[in-house]
């Protein structure tokens, strides 16, 4: 990261696609090169996507305003957590004058420009908010330029295993992140814990690493004696989830792209063992479309949908009913990639 006595600015190449994010907030620099320090690159290209935000002291401050004639396109709220049982964030997304921009409220907000590439933020206070808060606008931003050059995500926990991707959709209480680290203490490389990329190229879909923090549960923790007994320097404190970084507990090498071979979607049994259940594609694909995040512009959502019809075309597909046998698991997947 270069840093001048204003302006924060840090080079990401993610997978071939040349970005440039800067910030006046020393704060949300930090967060953003944790976020994205697998990214970092010193190449400099005349023309990258770029993403700029500002640190404001207040909401009036922002030079942004939502013209009379915005559609509303969306309107949702994040996590209630605190005692206090506030959301942890509210969201108007708008399509105004071929801007797309997500009014966070209080927070702040975002206005995308596909026609340019870039995107400008403006958060309220940035060094008040904590880290997973601020550094999720930036998220927000990047998917949203990163979809219009071919590039998606969604929500779903991505391994590879000998060149073959195995994805695991799944909303929280359903087993993903559980059967994913069953997975990977067994030998799988990481991809990434909550957003892997995918492309489609030619015909084929390929899945890109993302690699994040891993959040879990006190009841994940309890299944695995490695997050049991980590020092407080591994697993750290979160809200409301602990969490940890694979390279700290699993040392091995990060995953590398690869073609998807297996799709689980997993559902937790009060059963002492796991079986999978074959899945139809058409059953496949319905199941996978919630967890894609939602689209605003027509065109890219035309584009993603046949990436992730591809997808499901390409990967064998299962309902995993997840008993209490956590650790047996890799016997019950590795053998579906061995016959891929």
């Not at 840090?10 to 697998?38: C, Q, R, W, Y």
């Not at 206005?111 to 958060?123: F, P, Q, R, W």
């Not at 991809?191 to 084929?204: K, N, V, W």
Request: some cysteine; charged content about 20%.
């Amino acid at each position: 990261m270069s840093i001048t006595s204003t302006t924060n600015e840090l080079l990401l190449s993610i997978h071939g696609i040349e970005m440039k994010f800067s910030t006046n907030s020393p704060e949300l620099a930090d967060s953003v090169e944790t976020l994205l320090h697998h990214f970092v690159s010193n190449i400099v290209v005349a023309q990258p996507v770029r993403m700029q935000f500002n640190a404001v002291d207040h909401r009036r401050d922002i030079p942004v305003r939502i013209s009379e004639a915005a559609q509303s396109l969306y309107s949702g709220s994040g996590l209630v957590i605190g005692p206090g049982l506030q959301p942890t964030w509210l969201c108007d997304i708008y399509s105004d004058r071929g801007l797309l921009i997500a009014d966070f409220h209080d927070e702040g907000l975002v206005v995308i420009d596909g026609t340019s590439h870039t995107a400008h933020g403006y958060l309220v206070q940035p060094e008040l908010m904590a880290p997973d808060i601020r550094v999720s606008f930036v998220h927000f931003a990047m998917t949203e330029l990163l979809k219009r050059r071919g590039l998606y995500t969604f929500h779903a926990t991505a391994l590879e295993h000998n060149g073959k991707g195995v994805l695991i959709p799944g909303f929280s209480g359903r087993g993903k992140t559980t059967s994913f680290l069953s997975l990977l203490r067994s030998g799988y490389r990481y991809l990434s814990d909550d957003h892997p990329f995918f492309r489609l190229r030619e015909d084929r879909v390929e899945i890109l690493p993302y690699p994040l923090k891993i959040n879990v549960t006190d009841q994940t923790i309890s299944f695995f004696p490695e997050l049991r007994t980590a020092p407080p320097s591994i697993l750290h404190a979160g809200k409301p989830k602990r969490y940890f970084y694979a390279e700290e507990l699993y040392p091995g090498p990060l995953g590398g792209p690869c073609e998807p071979a297996v799709i689980l979607f997993p559902t937790v049994v009060d059963s002492p063992h796991s079986c999978l259940e074959p899945l139809a594609k058409k059953m496949a694909l319905e199941m996978i479309l919630p967890h894609s995040l939602l689209v605003y512009d027509a065109e890219v959502a035309r584009r993603e949908f046949q990436a992730l019809a591809r997808l499901v075309q390409q990967a064998d597909c299962y309902r995993l009913h997840f008993g209490r046998d956590v650790m047996d698991l890799p016997w019950l997947v590795t053998p579906l990639l061995e016959k891929c």
